[in-house]
């Protein structure tokens, strides 16, 4: 059983920085992809970031490529999104997703389908 836990967000100006935690609840960390996904107002929701914990093989979307690093701890079962030069673009509330190794292989790992398990959000608004 997963659970999932957003913490570190906030409101910040134009080309600043912020960092998203994700808290992971699991007896079976290290075998799972977790993605970050933000969601704007009226807008769909949309990946950001992606790691495999026992590889951590990265993924992201274009839009945030160079701007974003996801990253983990495996010794406190913990996921981080490093944001900068963040852009007003980049506001919505953010979540974290994952997906256990037994459901397999994402097709991409970026699409809202591929995950079943969400946390409850973390608003980031950069105005």
């Known amino acids: 059983h997963v659970q999932l836990v957003e913490s570190g967000g906030g409101l910040v100006q134009p080309g600043g920085s912020l960092k998203l935690s994700c808290a992971v609840s699991t007896s079976t960390y290290s075998g799972i992809r977790i993605t970050w996904f933000r969601q704007a107002p009226g807008k769909e929701r949309e990946g950001v970031a992606s790691?495999?914990?026992?590889?951590?093989?990265?993924n992201y979307a274009n839009s945030v490529r160079g701007r974003f690093t996801v990253s983990i701890d495996k010794d406190k079962d913990m996921m981080f999104l490093q944001m900068r030069i963040l852009q007003p673009e980049d506001t919505g509330t953010y979540f974290c997703?994952?997906?256990?190794?037994?459901?397999?292989?994402?097709?991409?790992?970026?699409?809202?389908?591929?995950?079943?398990?969400w946390g409850q959000g973390t608003q980031v608004t950069v105005s």
């Open positions: 997703a994952a997906r256990p190794w037994d459901e397999g292989v994402p097709n991409d790992p970026l699409r809202v389908p591929e995950y079943n398990i």
């Open positions: 790691i495999a914990i026992h590889t951590t093989a990265t």
